[in-house]
Structure formats: C-alpha cells, structure tokens
C-alpha cells in the first residue's frame, strides 16, 4: 500500500480524538467518565486509556443500570442516543441528588445528540443538573486503511427485527461525514430496500447541508454502492477459509482485538491475553487473507528463516556486513513473536477445524446445500445433529442456510423442524424462531425457487478455484463465490439492470451529482457500503480484487459491523435466562 | 490635528477625546446614582439611589423615583423599568452578552435586555423565603457569571443564567470578619490556573479562594515580600493580566494577576477625597476617580492626572480593553494610551518616516514639489514600508473621519513608491472597511465608540459587534456591515422578521407576504425561528402561513407539535426520516393520551392519534419499539389494535422468562397461549406453548418420583435424558408416548444417556443388534470418536455405508492399516498416498507398497 492510502482515513480517527480531548479539557481538574457498554469498543478504537487519564480522568466506568459511585465533582457520560441510556443516567442524577451528593454533569450523545434525549431528561427533572449536552461525531471508525466501520453490533437486528429507521439515518450521516472530509461522492448507488432508504435519507440531507459538500476542494471517492445485506443472507451463513475469517469464528474478533487462551500460546500466564490484529503486525498484514490451507507451510518457512536469521550471527565478518546484519536480526526478532504468536493461532485453528473430522461433517452439509443437492440427505444430517444435541447455533445456521437458498422449507419440513429445536432445546427457543421468521432467514417454502438460477447467473460455485494462488473470489469461501461480490463483479461487467439483479430483493437506487469532475486518480476509489454487517472474508476477497493485476479501481469497505456465522445468527436470537427459583417450585 | 489634549505620563501620552455630549432626558447628578455600563461601549444602566431619594434632591423628577433607566452611550433613552425602591439591591452589572443582571439581597435575580424587557424569569436564589444567612451582601458580574458573597461569607458562583443555579465556590471563615471587596481572576491569568476569588481581608491582607481547596492567606504578596494591609478596592484589567489593589492610605499596588510581579506601586495621596472608582484605562494605567480629579498611574511611578470639565457632580468611568469611557452629565469622553504610530507622526516637529511621508504627501497635493525628495530620502532608508505601515496603524487608531482621510491618502501615496508585491494591498483596503463600519457605528444615533483594536477583539471573538447591533435592532446597519465583511445574512433577516412581528398595522397574510417579500433574497432562512416568535405573539395562524416557507422538513416537526398539530407533524416526521423527529412526534401523542385517559370522563376516541401512529408502517415499528421501552400497557394496547398476536405472544413469552418465579411464568405462559390462539396463520405456537405447560405440570408431578428439582423447565428430550439417568426408563417412555417422541429420537437420547454415563457396552449392543439402528451407525461412530472409544468407534465406523466417511475417520482415530484396507477395497488408491505420508507404522507401509506395486502403480 502506498503512503497516501495507508493514512487516507486516518483523519476520522483523529477529529473525532481531538473532540475527546476537546471535551476533557474543557473541564478542569479531575473527572469521572461513563461509557455506554455498546461505545467501550469504538471508542477504545479512538483513543487510549493512558491518553484518558494524563486529560485528567480519573475512573472509566461503564453505564448500567444500577448507581455508579463517582469520586470526583465532574461526571463526563458518553452514551449512544436512546431511551433506555437516558434512563439509567436520569436514575444515577436522581440518586445522587437524593444523597445530596454535588456533581457537575456533562453529557455527550454519540453520533448525535437527540431532542427526544434530552425530553426524556426533562420529564426526569434531571435536566436542569447537566453542565452540558452535546455530540461527538462518530460514525465510521477506520478499523485498517481500506475498512471502516460504525461498529454498531445490533444493526442488523434493528433492520431485520424491529425496523428502526435509526440506522439508515446513521449511516446515511456517516457518508454525508466522509463527503465533507473527502470530497463529494459523483455517483451512490445501491440495491435493496435499505440501501433506498439511506440513499433518499442522504439525499435530503445534501440538499439541506449548510456546509455545502461541493465547496470540498477535492473529490476522493469517486462513488459508493451500497449493499444492503437482505440481499445477500447466504454468505454470512457460510464457513469462510481465510485465515482472518477463521480466527474470528474461532476467537471472535471485536475492535480489532481477540482474546486467546495463554494455553493457545503455549504461554504460563493465567490470564487471558489479548492480540491486537491489524496492518500493525506485518506478518498477519502478509498472511490475514490467505486461504488456510496455504498458511501453515508459509509460517514455518518464516520461521525458518528467523531461525537461519538468528543463527547467522556468528558467521558476520565485516563491520559493514555486521552493520547489515544487524538490520536484518532487527527485523527477524520483530517479526519473530508476531510468528509465533501466527503460528500457535493456525494450530489451534486447525485442530478445531480443517483437522477436525467433525467440522469437517457440518462443512460437508454446508457444501450440499449450496450445491443444491437434494434435500433428502442433507435433511438427514441436520436433523441427526439435533439427535446428538449439537450446538444449536449450529443447527439453526444449516438451516437457515437451507431455507434461504431455497426460498423456505417445505412446509413438512419447517414444522418438523420447528418441533425439534423446541422439544430438543427447550420451549424459549420459540422466540429465536420466531426472529428467524421475521428476518427471512428461515420460513415456509413459498414461490419459486431461485437459487439455481442464481448459481448459474452468477458463476456463484467455483469448484475448481485455485485456494492456493486464487484466481477467484470464491478461494476465500472453498469454492463458493460470495454473491454479494459477485454482485458487485456484475455491476461493473454487465450493470444491474437485467432480470437475475432484479429477481434480488429490493430496489436500484441512486443518487448522481452533477457537479463538474474534480481531479480523479487514475485508479478511481470505489467505497463499498455494507448496510447490516460485512464478514472478513469478504473483506479478504475484495482486497484480492484490488491486488489483481487487471484492476481498474480500488475498493475501500465500509460497514455497519463486521459479522461472522455465529454472531449473524446470534444477532437475531433471542437470549433468554431460563431459571427457576428453587423455592417457587412447590 | 489636536495634539493640544494629550497628557505625558512618562514617556508615552495620554489624550481624551470628546466622544458625545449626552442627551440624558434630565441632566440629574450622576452621584445620585448606582451605574452599571458593559464594555465595548455598551449601553448604561442607572437607579437612584435610595439615599438620594430620602434627601428628596431629585424633588420633582418622576422619571427616576420610579424607573431603572437604560442608556446607550451618548445618553439616548433605550429603556425603563418600572422599580421597586423598597426592595434592597445588591448590586447590577452587564454580562459579555450585554444581559443586565440585577442582584437583590433577598436572592431575586432579574435579567433584562437593553430595552429593559425581561429575557427570562429566574427563580430566587435560595427560595422563597431565603435562609437568613444566605443574604447576599455584594456581588460581581463577570464575563458571563455571576458571582456573590452571602452573609455567611460564602462565595458563590451561577455560570448559567438559564437555570440560575447557585454552586458553592468557597468560603471564608465567618470568625474572619466579611471581606472588604473581592475580584474573581480568570484562570488564564489566575495564580491557581483555575478561576480564583481574592478578597481583602478586614484586619489587612488577601485571601485567595478557589473551589473545593483550602483557602490561601497572603500577609504579603507571594514573590515580594511587600506587606499588604487592609485592601479597600481592587481593580482587574479587563483583559485579566493585571491588578491593581488599592490599600489602606490610598496606597495603590500594581501587579500581575498571577502575583508574579510587582508592577508599581504609588501612593495615591489622596486620603482627603473619597476615592470612588478604582479603574483601569487599557493595560498601561490605572486611574483612581475622586471628586472632580481623576488621577492616572503610570509604570515606574509615574502619575498625571487629568481633569474634567463638568458642571454637575459625578463621573463614571468604564474600562475598556485599551482604555477608559468617562462619562458625565454633560458628556462622554475616551481615554487612551496615544497610539505610538500616531505619536510618531504628529509629534510636533517629528522626523520619524512616517511624519515624513506625510509632510511628503501634503507638499505633493500642495504642487510644492519637495515630495520628491523626501520620498527619495526614505526610500534610500528603507524606511518607506514603515512609513506606510506606521501611517495605516495612525489612520485606524484615529477618531477624526478627517484625519483619517488624511492619514490614508498619505499611505496610499507611499505605496505607489514601493516595489510591486512588498505591501499587501488587501490591508489597505481592509482597514478602510473597517474604519467606514467604525465611522458608522460611533454616529450618534448607533454611539457605540468602538476603537480599531476592540472591533478587531469584538470580530474574533464570535461576531460581537452584529449581534449587539441586533439587540439595539439595527438590522440594516448589522446587514450592511455583514455584507461588508462577507458574513451571512440570514439571521439578521429572521431576527428582523420577529422584531416585525410585533407590528400590529399588517393582518396575517398582509405580514406573511411582506416578510417573505424581504427574506426571499436570502436562502437558508429558518421560517420556522420566524413561526414560533409569531406563536409566542398569538398569532397561530401566520405561524402556519410562514411554515409553509420553512425549506428544511425536519425543522418544522417540533413547532407542529408545539401546535398541537400532531398529524402535519407525524406526516412531516416521517418524509424527513430522521428519527429524532418521528420518536418526538410518538412521545408528544403518549404523553397527551396518557393525560387524556387520566381525566375521569375519558372515552377513547375513534381514530385518536396513537391509532393514526399505528396506520403508517414506519411510524408504528418505531411506536412499537418506543412502546417497549416505556410503557407496557402502550405496548400491548398497540397490538391489540394491530391485531398482531404472535408479538403479542411473544412478548408475553419473553416476560415470562424474565420472571424466576414458577407460578408467575406458568401463568404467563397460559395467557401467551391465548394469545397465540387467536394468530391463526401458524398453529405451531399455541401447540407449542400448550404443550409447553402440560409439560411443566408433568415435571412437578416427576420431582417427586426424581427427586431432581432440576428437571422443571426442561425441554421434553432433557426430560427425558434426565428420567433416563435416574433409571426411570418408564417414566421416560411415557413421556415420550405423550409428547409424540418417535422411537427414532428415542434412540438418540438413549446413545447420549449411554454416552455420558460411559455405558460402553449398552452402546455396543445398540449397533450390533441384527436390526441396523433407525438412525443410522454415523451418530455411534461420531459419539465414539468423540468419547475416545477408539476400538469401539472402529467397529461403529466400519459399519458406515459411506466409504469416504469410514476412511476419514479411521486415519482420525489412527487406525491407517484399516484405512488402507477399505481404500484398497474400494479402490481408492490416492488415498493410500496420503495414509503412507501419515502412518510411521511400518506394517502399514508394507501392505500399502505391495498393494501399489501390485496394482502396477
């Protein structure tokens, strides 16, 4: 990557940082700062604890229900703009006030301070004990120079479950906020029903834009697409093969981070320890997109060669050899913990997985139902896995992935299903079926099935894809080309105005400025915008897109949050705590 | 040029300079008065004093036994209050803002504007009654604080004059005694670097008080060692660098607000007169005001004194950043620091450049012909950008529209000497703009007598100037300047529009037409601003006329609500999407049904608007979901009339899980039956959820028989994992006989049971029955894998049908040789490859090259 892209979005990190500060050193002395859980991550992204605290704050606490004891007069509350927060915080003033405890309250809304907050402050009779209200801008947080997020993990719940037109306000202000720091973007565009309704949302705020976008000097990104994820349920469904995907299914990746069992890394520690992956490392900047199957061979080969590093030491003879030398060892002993660490992590992830007989089973059921073999078999599986008492986590993405590639279960088998996760699971499950349900993600057969087509259209299975050196997208998922990428391939080949696009939900929108050509780079910098979550192994394949030799722009993503097969399903289940009293049991 | 008013003080000058003669409606004595004037040349406000009254000087004069007159600086009436002389006042003063804070000792607060009308109406201090000791005995308004000394010698602060909430700074030990005087210290210049208070102490000395710090006395001053007796007044320059303290014995210190340094110190000698003011002029002196006399100390001792000529007694004086407005009866003055350009070029008999470029100037126009020269002359000097330079400074530092002119023809004729790019034109023209706008607003009719260096400060500092103009409502002045200085317009416009609104001579559509007539010139006005102010009037029906203007959707939701428009609101809420404004539109109609439904003669009404909510989809998911969140009757009366069952249901279901208690959820769980009853799109739910409950009473009924209280809640397959591991296999059966378990699913449950329990051979005479097992040899063959049973899970694998699966497996649990067999057997020869990379065992190796070479490969 070259210097200008690697600190292309850096700038967002750093206004919203300076507005932290801002915010901090504009009260003097000591202060008490309250996060909403949900902000921690991001914000964390944003600006270190150490950095917190020389600004003067004394305690991080997170917001909760219950009281907060505060040991300074000033009390700063970060919080995300919604009733419940504002009820906590009204309880804890309320509280105080009670007590007759004196603080000096300062409340900012992250992205956007809301009327409806500060209604629901004065309907507390608390309004009156803020110092201030205000907002920090946050929206897209750069996660790496090419990945940016809004990191807003219940996004997809609040389009699919409770429609919250919420989020397709945020993110439409989120490109709004990208077009005042980089320029105005010419063309948006977008498929699906929420890719439409932030498209119309933005265009009614351009036009109602007092810093007007035109008067930005220059004009980075020459467009964006946005991809509404109901468009694309499969993927995110799928077991990805790239390195980075794998160890987000396996560890979970949040905020850039993983926490990892020290017997993982063969480390004597008795806490968690925490990995930060990003372009940082430069080992897992090389290898983090990769296909697994290719990663355990480069990995020992680096090792090798830190090894043959460390052992050439004696033989230097020189001074100027010897200086040389001590370049290289510099560089070996940096790289050599990030191997390590790379290659503890790839064991482990091949003992769970690709070695794992058992993984391998569920991989096999996935592969059948993309292929669209019949169903017979594969109902088989499924439900011998329920017989076994698999996780039902598990279960319920074999299914979803069978009933959104063919347009629902037969109506025998939804029931049939249905019953068995209940009875097997327990009656509470209902709830996550119901959300299911809701979310298109498993149902009753209805219509036509389009997924053949679909396949067929779309080049969406790629068998003989080449894992090793891809030549295809699909080498991130084993042959199984994401359809949402390849709807991206299409629109740049044939365009999306013919039948198969538009046999996929939701609308074509978009917006076009008609503003005269800014300056374009020769490669133009399309931003993908995916609207309810992106997984890293899409990331990963359109990276490869724009490693191509024959690319003729380069992509940069954004996102809602990044999703994995679990989370997606976790997003729209329902956690209930089944538990009884003992005593209430008569 | 008037040098004739200039006073040297060391070796710099003083001049005063005749601003405006006032025109006071009666030229009372000013000493009858308390006067508080705002900086920036701002308006003065005045009340008699009560002493003055009782000695009955004013005899006949109503205006001010009654009134608080407000003033602009030429004297012109701009206010009065009707006032309340039997109430004790404290103290007034003007916040940066231009608000008039009035402070009575009982805590009650008034803040008016330049008119004299009220901004808001704030609550006393301390209630009503106040405590005793909370009496406010002096207060200070600073910047745009309010701080005041309570009789219990507490020092308090109000930092927002829209909730007028009193916070503790400090206080002073009441043994003490009261202070004599106090001045707050803004933390830029302060000792502490945070806001301090000092304060005389009565038996001599300061001290210094900061919120929530233990309170510092100084005996002497830090750094000095200078002994400090009783301080009597204390003076702080308006930028806040300096202070000046006047002791006991007219002794007047000078020094830096953070007591770094001791500037001066002067004895006043005057212990005759009263000392009235203690004010600074700018940041170079500090004058004392007695009597007739005002007197200026200079740095390094050095004194003047300057005398007024007035007929009637009283001065007041206010500082300004770079000097000081004195005010008479007769008129108001300006006193600075002569500017030094402006010394250096009409100093008499000067030679500095820029006195030169002007003399050169004058013989030009006067045709004399020795201009030449002297240009020639500065220009061999290099001297000529100074003279320039030095000549502009002169111009903008000058009062005299004349002398201007004068000063800037004379720099404008240097320029054209200079060599092309070495002098920035735009300054010349700058300063030009700014003189015309100074020129402008110290007329008499607008007497506000900025100088050059407080527009500058007034312009950096958000615009200052513009938003006075609009106090005083010199909308066209604010415009012209505006335009001048290329600032926007609109809100001059919308403030023009509400001060219109009052007018009384235009009905509704008369007044809408003339005000959109005039903003139509300037886009991005806020009609919805103009729309509320003509609500605040009464006047609902223009305020609907001039919304429609309103271009930005979601400005117009909250002032529809406010009109109790909810539907136009609900309508304009959701085109705008923001959800901001459609959750406002959803709280405002439950807060008014709630209300409505309180009344005892509440009868809902047909299509109220909680049921319009509910008719359009956007608006009721974000219903539902603030439903949720506040009010769970709102919730389930919402779905009721949506007829929506299942969430109804479902959240019943969901509540039940929240409660722990077993009655509670059982009974929860029946009325979530009900409820599914009635969605009859899908019968799986009410099947399930009465299922469900017949189940939890047959769990109660197996405590008993299980002793296992665990087992209440369970699913039915753990039900009867459960009755399966405490032997109750009959119990177990017939559950499953009456929940429908197929034998199939019977048999799973059976091989986890046996799995978990180690029943090793149980699971053995499971698969090697002469029945093949209904599901399958996978699920023992997996289970066995899993549970290490390696000879066993051999045996279970062999009996898979898929070949791919028995040779997957068997490598996994290392079983190569009989991998091999099975590939050679079904001819699957890569796979031996592969096995004979990962076997070490050489028997296996053996029969996989025999194979290979047999079979020629």
């Known amino acids: ?586 | 040029m008037a040098t004739l008013n200039w006073t040297d003080l060391g070796d710099v000058f003083y001049r005063q300079m005749h601003l405006y003669d006032m025109k006071w409606e009666q030229d009372l004595a000013l000493e009858y008065f308390h006067i508080a004037a705002a900086k920036f040349g701002g308006p003065i406000a005045r009340i008699m004093k009560p002493k003055s009254l009782i000695l009955g000087i004013p005899k006949n004069n109503q205006l001010f036994r009654e009134y608080l007159t407000i003033n602009d600086s030429a004297g012109k009436l701009k206010g009065k209050v009707i006032w309340d002389f039997n109430k004790k006042f404290v103290g007034m003063g003007w916040t940066n803002d231009e608000i008039l804070v009035i402070i009575f000792a009982d805590g009650e607060i008034k803040l008016l504007d330049i008119h004299g009308e009220n901004i808001s109406f704030p609550p006393p201090l301390f209630g009503t009654p106040p405590p005793k000791e909370k009496e406010i005995i002096s207060v200070e308004i600073f910047e745009n604080m309010l701080i005041f000394l309570t009789a219990d010698n507490y020092f308090y602060y109000v930092r927002n004059f829209t909730s007028c909430k009193p916070e503790v700074i400090n206080n002073i030990d009441k043994r003490r005694g009261r202070p004599t005087c106090f001045k707050a210290i803004p933390p830029n210049h302060s000792f502490s670097s945070n806001l301090d208070i000092l304060c005389g102490d009565p038996n001599g000395g300061l001290n210094l008080i900061q919120e929530s710090k233990e309170v510092k006395f100084f005996s002497k001053i830090p750094f000095t060692n200078e002994e400090i007796s009783r301080v009597e007044n204390i003076a702080l320059s308006v930028t806040g660098e300096y202070l000046a303290l006047l002791l006991e014995g007219s002794v007047v210190v000078v020094l830096e607000a953070n007591f770094s340094r001791i500037l001066t110190r002067i004895d006043a000698r005057l212990a005759l007169t009263e000392i009235k003011q203690l004010v600074w002029c700018g940041t170079d002196a500090v004058c004392v005001v007695c009597g007739d006399y005002i007197g200026i100390l200079g740095p390094d001792n050095t004194t003047a004194h300057m005398d007024i000529d007035k007929k009637k007694e009283g001065v007041f004086c206010v500082p300004e950043i770079d000097g000081m407005r004195v005010i008479t009866t007769e008129k108001c003055e300006f006193w600075e620091k002569v500017d030094e350009a402006l010394q250096m070029t009409l100093s008499i008999g000067s030679l500095s450049a820029p006195a030169l470029l002007l003399t050169a100037n004058e013989s030009y126009l006067e045709n004399s012909g020795s201009s030449g020269e002297s240009i020639r002359s500065l220009q061999q000097n290099e001297q000529l950008l100074e003279a320039v330079e030095k000549l502009l400074q002169a111009a903008s530092a000058e009062f005299d529209v004349d002398s201007q002119e004068k000063l800037l023809k004379a720099a404008a004729f240097g320029k054209t000497f200079l060599p092309p790019g070495i002098f920035e034109s735009n300054k010349l023209v700058e300063i030009v703009r700014n003189l015309k706008v100074l020129n402008n607003i110290r007329k008499d009719w607008v007497a506000r007598p900025l100088t050059y260096r407080q527009l500058i400060y007034t312009r950096t500092n958000g615009e200052l100037l513009i938003k006075r103009l609009l106090d005083s409502r010199y909308h066209f002045l604010a415009i012209q300047i505006s335009k001048l200085w290329k600032l926007r317009v609109d809100e001059i416009y919308v403030h023009w529009a509400c001060v219109k609104l009052t007018d009384q001579k235009y009905n509704d559509s008369q007044m809408c037409d003339l005000i959109c007539e005039k903003l139509n010139s300037c886009k991005s006005v806020k009609y919805t601003d103009i729309a509320r102010k003509a609500l605040d009037y009464g006047r609902r029906e223009l305020a609907i006329k001039l919304l429609e203007n309103e271009p930005a959707i979601s400005r117009k939701v909250p002032l529809l609500l406010y009109m109790k428009e909810y539907e136009r609101a609900l309508d304009k809420a959701i085109e705008s999407s923001d959800p901001d404004d459609i959750y406002l539109v959803i709280m405002r109609i439950h807060e008014e049904d709630t209300i409505a439904s309180e009344r005892p003669d509440y009868v809902p009404a047909e299509n109220n608007s909680v049921q319009k909510v509910l008719q359009k989809p956007i608006a009721r998911e974000m219903f539902l979901s603030y439903a949720r969140q506040v009010d769970e009757k709102l919730l389930r009366n919402a779905f009721k009339e949506l007829k929506r069952f299942q969430d109804a249901g479902n959240f019943t279901i969901e509540k039940a899980y929240k409660s722990n208690l077993l009655k509670n959820r059982v009974e929860l769980l029946a009325i979530a039956k009900d409820l599914y009853s009635k969605y009859d799109k899908d019968p799986l739910y009410e099947a399930a959820t009465k299922e469900h409950i017949t189940l939890i009473t047959q769990q109660k009924r197996l405590i008993k028989e299980t002793q296992d209280r665990g087992i209440v809640d369970c699913s039915i397959c753990d039900t009867i994992i459960r009755l399966l591991k405490h032997g109750q296999d009959q119990n177990a059966e017939k559950i499953a006989k009456q929940f429908n378990i197929s034998d199939k699913k019977m048999c799973y449950l059976k091989l986890r049971v046996k799995a978990s329990t180690n029943d090793w051979a149980g699971i053995e005479s499971m698969f090697k029955q002469k029945k093949a097992p209904s599901i399958g040899f996978r699920p023992f063959a997996n289970i066995l894998v899993q549970k290490g049973q390696l000879e066993l899970a051999e045996a279970a694998i062999l009996k898979v049908p898929e070949v791919d699966y028995q040779i997957t497996m068997l490598q996994f649990i290392e079983s190569y040789l009989k991998a091999a067999e099975v590939a050679v057997k079904a001819k699957m020869f890569d796979v031996l490859n592969e096995i004979a990379q990962k076997t070490t065992d050489s028997a296996v190796r053996d029969y996989i090259d025999t194979v290979m070479s047999g079979s020629g490969r």
């Open chain 1, 1 to 586: 990557m070259d210097g200008e892209s690697t600190a292309r979005f850096q700038s967002l990190r750093e206004i919203a940082r300076q507005r932290i500060l801002e915010i901090l050193d504009m009260i003097q002395g000591q202060k008490f700062l309250a996060i909403d859980p949900s902000l921690v991550g991001p914000l964390s992204l944003i600006i270190e604890m150490s950095v917190l605290k020389e600004h003067g704050v004394s305690k991080v606490s997170q917001i909760v229900e219950k009281e907060i004891e505060f040991d300074c007069r000033d009390v700063i509350y970060i919080c995300r703009p919604t009733i419940q927060m504002m009820q906590f915080i009204s309880g804890h003033v309320k509280k105080c006030n009670e007590h007759r405890e004196e603080h000096r309250y300062h409340l900012y809304m992250c992205p956007r301070s809301t009327t409806v907050c500060e209604k629901i402050l004065i309907s507390n009779n608390v309004m009156i004990d803020f110092d201030s209200i205000d907002q920090i801008n946050l929206f897209l947080i750069p996660l790496e120079n090419d990945l940016l997020s809004m990191q807003m993990d219940k996004s997809f719940r609040e389009i699919v479950l409770e429609r919250d037109f919420s989020i397709y306000h945020y993110i439409a202000r989120a490109i709004l906020q990208l077009e005042h720091n980089y320029g105005p973007i010419q063309i948006k565009e977008g498929k699906g029903f929420a890719s439409g309704q932030v498209l119309r949302i933005l265009k009614m705020l351009e036009e109602d834009d007092p810093e007007h976008i035109n008067e930005v000097p220059i004009s980075v990104i020459q467009s964006a697409v946005l991809i509404d994820r109901e468009i694309d349920m499969i993927t995110p469904l799928c077991t990805p093969l790239t390195y980075e995907a794998l160890i987000d299914e396996v560890f979970g990746i949040a905020n850039n981070i993983i926490k990892v069992n020290p017997r993982v890394l063969e480390n004597d520690s008795d806490r968690q320890i925490q990995i930060s992956l990003t372009s940082a490392d430069n080992i897992f900047q090389e290898i983090r997109d990769l296909n697994f199957c290719v990663l355990k061979p480069l990995l020992i080969e680096k090792l090798e060669y830190i090894d043959n590093t460390y052992k050439e030491k004696d033989q230097q003879k020189s001074v100027e050899e010897l200086s040389k030398y001590m370049k290289k060892f510099k560089q070996a002993h940096k790289e050599a913990s990030f191997v390590q660490n790379h290659l503890h992590l790839a064991i482990h992830i091949t003992n769970e997985t690709v070695k794992n007989p058992f993984f391998n089973q569920n991989l096999d059921i996935e592969h059948s139902i993309i292929m669209g073999d019949s169903d017979s078999q594969i109902l088989e599986n499924i439900e011998r896995l329920i017989g076994m008492g698999e996780d039902i986590n598990t279960v319920l993405r074999l299914l979803c992935l069978l009933s959104v590639t063919q347009n629902g279960l037969k109506n025998k088998f939804f029931d049939f299903f249905r019953k068995e996760i209940l009875q097997t699971y327990g009656f509470e499950h209902i709830l996550t079926l119901s959300n299911l349900e809701k979310a298109g993600l498993l149902k009753k057969q209805e219509g036509k099935n389009n997924w053949s087509n679909l396949v067929k259209a779309f080049k969406l299975i790629k068998e003989d894809v080449n894992q090793r050196i891809p030549d295809d997208i699909a080498y991130a998922y084993a042959g199984y080309a994401p359809l949402s990428l390849r709807l991206i391939e299409n629109l740049y080949i044939s365009g999306w105005n013919n039948d198969v696009v538009r046999s996929l939900p939701g609308d074509y929108s978009a917006i076009r400025l008609n503003t005269e050509d800014k300056k374009q780079a020769d490669k133009p910098l399309v931003l993908l915008f995916f609207v309810g979550g992106v997984t890293f192994a899409e990331v990963a394949a359109i990276r490869y897109l724009n490693r191509r030799p024959d690319a003729k722009r380069e992509f940069v993503i954004a996102t809602t949050h990044l999703i994995n097969s679990k989370s997606f399903i976790d997003a729209v289940s329902e956690k209930i705590q089944n538990e009884i009293e003992r005593s209430s049991i008569e």
